[in-house]
């Protein structure tokens, strides 16, 4: 089965940068897109980024536009999300996701709008942003 493992969280001051890793396994990369999500203490989730099979299918929410890269290694069956110039309101835990057929449709329209669009689902790692 497909399953997705997020790692790389943890504390970092206001400006600092993390750079999170997403593991997908029961599945490659050449086939499915993933995206980002990341919910708040007493927020809605919300998408992040998110990248596709091609390395032009790439869409960064505008809260993190210029701050955020998001990359993958498809040797390593994995994504990545490199944040800097991370500011509290960044607090968040954050989540890799797909679809059960890795779309890049659904995954964009999940990032975009709505992430219950989405199945397939990491555990987590959260994110604190704080001085």
């Known amino acids: 089965q497909v399953q997705l493992v997020e790692s790389g969280g943890g504390l970092v001051q206001p400006g600092g940068s993390l750079r999170l890793s997403c593991v997908l396994s029961?599945?490659?990369?050449?086939?499915?897109?993933i995206g980002w999500f990341r919910q708040a203490p007493g927020e809605k989730r919300e998408g992040v980024s998110c990248?596709?099979?091609?390395?032009?299918?790439?869409y960064y929410a505008q809260s993190v536009k210029g701050r955020f890269t998001i990359s993958r290694d498809k040797a390593k069956n994995t994504v990545y999300l490199q944040m800097n110039s991370l500011k509290p309101w960044d607090t968040a835990v954050y989540y890799c996701?797909?679809?059960?057929?890795?779309?890049?449709?659904?995954?964009?329209?999940?990032?975009?709008?709505?992430?219950?669009?989405?199945?397939?689902w990491g555990p987590g790692t959260p994110v604190t942003v704080s001085s």
């Open positions: 996701a797909t679809d059960s057929k890795g779309e890049w449709s659904k995954v964009l329209a999940a990032t975009r709008l709505y992430p219950g669009y989405l199945d397939i």
């Open positions: 029961g599945a490659t990369l050449d086939v499915n897109a």
């Open positions: 990248i596709g099979r091609n390395d032009d299918d790439i």
